[in-house]
């Protein structure tokens, strides 16, 4: 695949309609990479959010003042972010403001940018909810990040949630929380997903019926 | 009542129906046993759920690499579960991985099971919504339990988010969270319960009409 | 503005309708009052609840047995609740106990207050999202308070979650968290709250077209 | 025993010499009472810091201001303390500041005050091991109390890190923790502890020339 | 080396003597293995407790009520103990309970043991300070683990503090913490360290002197 | 005073042993300044470690990969190093790595360095212990910095366990925790904190006889 196709809605579309998280993180663990879901605090802000998008990193880290340039980084990384893009957040620090919100979300979505996901909070809860953009955060507050947080690196490889995150990476996030698969391993972890997706539904049939779970595990290996 | 009787969807349909976890736990309070709910942090996985039904009680343990038979126990539990139990997992230890999910519930459900209480993550999230089975947990997560977590015993008595929970014990779970009634208590507790919330109507009247609320306490005891 | 109109529902639902608590959290981080937020922990207890009021306080403190007057300090101040107030509480200590629940709502609803805050827990989420009574609390739990918690200060100044409130301050709630605005600072915050609502409006509108956020923050100064 | 004799530091002294923590614990725990040690986080501020007394209780909160009369309550508890007491004190909210000192503690020795456990932070580290005066703290912060925290209540029964305290009970601090022995059962724990700590020493031995511990455990029932 | 050597005084005091855990860790990090270390929350009961020795392993998990055999398998890895071990137990459950005392210490010292590491509490901190038996845990309480914890696996892989540790493993702790060994890296692992050792003395002392770090670390790789 | 007497080892050790981190607290309290005091989780490495220096202030991170350049700013800081500095370090993210030791500390002291204050994890406790070098730390670990945590900015004005702290700061920590004044406020607190050391001794006299606290108080206004 080309990168330009790894950026394009169609693809990325695709792999939001027809995967979801934990089938990614099982193949995933099955291929030895076992740390690339990030932790249950980040959530969704409204129930459903739902995307895939190629992460564009930014670390933010607490500051006592307000900087003689506010704001520089951030937009730099706002201002150049390509479509099929998600922001991707480190919020260092327990600084309890947000590093995003809805002005940031609809200027995001104008660019083309599929989401945001943060190690920390956003706000404007009901803005985004209103423009179903798929934000996922720690929480909420009315906070302004304003000479509390500062974005000090940006398309820099960070840790996210316990994830290490490199700017290009393909992120999937939905209810049950944010996974993340390394570039390097895209074509084969999405191709093997689908077979898996596949084969839950026979399984799922099975169950339905009352087959043993026993009987089902040791003929299809899935619980 | 009979055993059969306690595990009867009739029977237990009923106490779903008429009572609530904030009238049960108000009567284990006054019978002097106060520590009948689980901490705030086990949480329904979608708005609306609540059940009742007997505990079927499992413990699992973080482990560090895949057992030598993966899941025995749990899919013994599983494979034997009797119409009218709730699956209740304490889930010790702080590994980040989800012991509960769709497959699991699609099961459970098969087989007459009601619900699930964790203490603990599950996974699914949109999937459990959808089939409505309902599940108490203390988050969601996208990754499996396998080589992370195993059931090390079942239907043993175990303390599961504070309450000591015994195999068989009263489960009610709803909005507010988690009720246990041991089984020693219960005719007593819902036949107090149910004449409780015949009570609360007319104060909940009394309360709608403006009246003193140290009247109404004074009256009839309850605020 | 006379005490009076200060606690009318004309100028409360005014309130409630044309601001929210990031814009007013906004103005006074400009003003300099940088501690006005309550952390994210407290949270409405069903979605979409908002509220405008005047505080009302209490400080509730962990208790180990039943005091000879139960709920006394608690019953004063809810029958003496004024139209316009809400009711917010500090709930020190960490016992596990729902400070509030259904029938306090109810109660205060027919004095014509408009809401609870809570630094602790509530119980009765269901019966008070039935009544669209907006509570904001730290979470729910079936446990009653009898004998756990017990009302010691009411309408003194308290620390609420990070906010000093006194009372008949002005405390505004939404999806995004809890904004106190001290009473002396009320008419040129709301004054000037109301202005900015307006240019976000301008900003929203140029950022959807995919202006640069840049030029945005440097002519119009907000993000 | 009078109640002079329970105060009295011959039979203080004797008990803080004799017994320890650990075995008025298990005696505690032989007679049902299993919620008589603080948690672990109050610890001595120096090593080998013990003492025994009888409780002298306070509740202090959170307070955002100077209160009219800074101090009233804790003043009123200190010039009344008595010869054999400890000061226990409550410290609720989550305050960052020093409830106790060394100025506190030169005076409450001065009337012959044995010690303070409090369920919050004190400071002047290095003055109170100077002098020697068991102080039993979360820890320590050179941030002074005043118009951060408040004495509300004294000689209260109160919740004192988990444990239920009344003014008078037996209090004893050591390496290990803080334990409480209620009044009412302080005979019957105490002789029986003696007992124990006796039968203690003969098991060391045999453990000493290495005799199985099962062995031990079943002819002795201690481990 | 044989096992006999392995599990030797001599070959074990020699590691304690001439390494610390943060040499090994390094070497550790090294070859790739970073997760040999666990949190900085398991600390030495005294200072200047140190010790090197072979894993024999426990989990002990939280029950609500006696078993009918209490304290069954820890019986039996603690009279199976053999010269040169350390008992390394993982405590899962948040229950405040000590699963080591001064009793087991001294039994395990009778049989050669040289230490105790827990995921969890201890206590007689003053017992086992007084004997010298290196004990690391999370902290001390007087409360005994009779009816609160109870072992449920021996000599099993577990998690112990974020550190998967099998039965044999090689285990140094002192002031900085404590460091995992695999027995399968061991030869290589502490033949570097013992290298690394050499080479920190000569780096000391040219920074000792004034020395740029910076030329230090270019010419010496260590910092 | 002139910037070089402010960094002379006449001046600082003038303030190491005349004053006292909670005697300065108290002063800025006082002057307004609330929060010039870290949190409690600061702690010294060894008891009675106390230092008074003026801050070299840098920002770790961290990181998932080791940078091109590893510990680039970090060893410019630390070649950087005047007389009469402290290391003031901010640790952000919850990785469980060392960002100081015992390598360091020699460099710092051989370059004139006082001491170090971080808001993170040190390692080497024994040797920094051995030569008797102040540092303030919330843990020990150890596990290496290196591909862990990297310096991101330094002699920037950071947040540093809750206190803003600019380069050249004064700070003081001991027993009882960390100070920071900021160097505009520096020489009016000062003075006062020297005076006010002077009035606590004649209250301690008072005290020591027995005076009421009340009348002390009232008095002489300090508790």
Known sequence: MTTLERYSAEY???????????????IL???GHRHQVMRPEVRPLYPGAKMAGRAA???AVAVSELPEQPYRLLMDLLDGVRPGEVVVGA??????????????????????????????????AWGIEDMRFPVFATGVTPADSRGRL??????????????????GDL???DEDGVVVVPASLEDEVVGRAIEKVAGETTIRDLLRQGTSIRKVFDEHGIL
């Open 91 to 124: 919020v260092q620090g327990g600084v309890k403001a947000a590093l995003w919100g809805e002005l940031l979300s609809t200027h995001t979505r104008a660019l083309g940018g599929r989401g945001a996901v943060l190690d920390g909070l956003s706000r404007d």
């Open 29 to 31: 663990d099955e291929a």
């Open 12 to 26: 990325l579309d695709r792999i939001a309609d027809s995967l979801y998280s934990s089938v990614l993180s099982d």
């Open 171 to 173: 992120v999937l996030a």
């Open 57 to 59: 990193t930014m670390l």
């Open 150 to 167: 500062e974005v000090i690196a940006i398309r820099q490889p960070i840790l996210v949630s316990g994830v290490a995150v490199a700017d």
